[in-house]
């Protein structure tokens, strides 16, 4: 009788288990609020993880799961901060220099020395060393003429030379003043460079003034040539240093504990401290002497890094008072532009002087400038010519060191920047060594900055 009784029940139950599963739920939300209930009288709250002492110091999580707040509390150098974004966001326009080598990226250094090698171009432009007297053609075949540069040896065999300013003639024997001389390089050797006219007058050499400006062009191969005189480019072998660039924050623990009128907490004081860090880092990069120094006190060798200022292989003189004119802009944006293989956007940085010189010119459709352009985070004037463009702001730094009427032309394509030591940062424990009862942080990086293609940059000097 019992076990038909049972079954009975358990039929009955599979007939309406979902209404048992429906009862079941209810029952445990109401278990379940009145627990939270009974938590919110109590003062009880969810559980979130707390740090305890190990035994060898060491921290451990309990009551709860492992957070990135407790993990910055326990051990504040384990997780990464993207310390490079923030830097490049603090103040950029007052250190464009040290901004523009960070969005260009660096290259890891293994040593505090940098050794690297730079590829100069090969020169295009010299001039006559002394004049060359006419010489006609004889049976229509042209004179072989050996001339004087102040540089043979930028001349091979089959190069051609444009003599500047002197006309050339066309085939009929008249003078062409819309073309000028060119010559083909026969030979050169220790007695000179031997040419011969290309277009002269019936063939013949006409006379030359001494000083005329020459420029190298292509090399012209006759049919059966097949080969050409070598051409080789060897690296030059340059030196830079990196430097330490240190700075310590600290705040007292009474300090971080008071009331405040403002918020101003340790994140506050690294800021400030990330911005006076990458001042002084900017005139290092700019105006540095590479040195190695030994410290009696300490026994030990600091480094000081080179400054890209004397890296330049360029000087363009200016006259930034009354000489100062769009000619003078256009001559200044020629040599920066010309005798190089540098990019056609460059920039310029310089002193109030400078600046200001250049913000007072009448500016014409030959050259333009107004337009406003951000680049590397930093807002520049573009500055237009037909030999190409220029990024200009003004730099405290130059006024800083005296130098308010000067400037450079820097080609972003070809500024590097080593470092040893990334830019990090570092809690010291105080406290716990007993030096004494503050909250302390030092950032450190360790980096130089090198001129690739020397002379794609250049030094502007300033009356």
Known sequence: MMFSKILKALRAARRNRRLILFAITVILIAILASCLAAGEGSGATL???????????????????????????????????????????????STPIDQISRYG????????????????????????????????????VPPV???????????????TILVQGVPGYDTAGNEDKDQDLMLYVVSRDSDGVTVMPVNGPSGGMPAIDGEMTLVRMGRAASELDVQSPQFESLPKKDRNLCQIFKMQVEQSVLQRLSNKEVPWTMSDLEEAAVYDMRMGMEKSFLFGVARRLWDSNKKEYVYFTGGIWGQVGKDIYVDTNDGFDTDAVVSLMQQAFTGNSGSKRKVLIGGSGLISAISKLDYTRVLTAGQHVSKWGIDFTELRSKFGCLYVMMSEVFDEVGMENNGIIIDPEYIQKYTHIPFSTEQLNLKKSGVRNVDALVLTEASCLVLRYPNAHARIIGK
């Open 47 to 93: 559980a979130v993880g707390m740090l305890i002492a190990g035994m060898d110091d060491g921290k451990h999580v309990v009551d709860g799961p492992l957070s990135t707040d407790l993990t910055r509390e326990g051990s504040p150098d384990l997780l990464l901060n993207e310390i490079d974004q923030q830097i490049v966001k603090i103040r950029p326009m």
């Open 105 to 140: 990226g660096s290259k890891h250094a293994g040593s505090m020395i940098v050794d690297y090698y730079s590829v100069d171009t090969k020169p295009t432009l010299t001039t006559l060393s002394e004049a060359v007297e006419a010489v006609e053609a004889v049976d229509g």
């Open 145 to 159: 003429v050996t001339i004087q540069t102040a540089n043979n040896d930028m001349f091979d065999a089959t190069d």
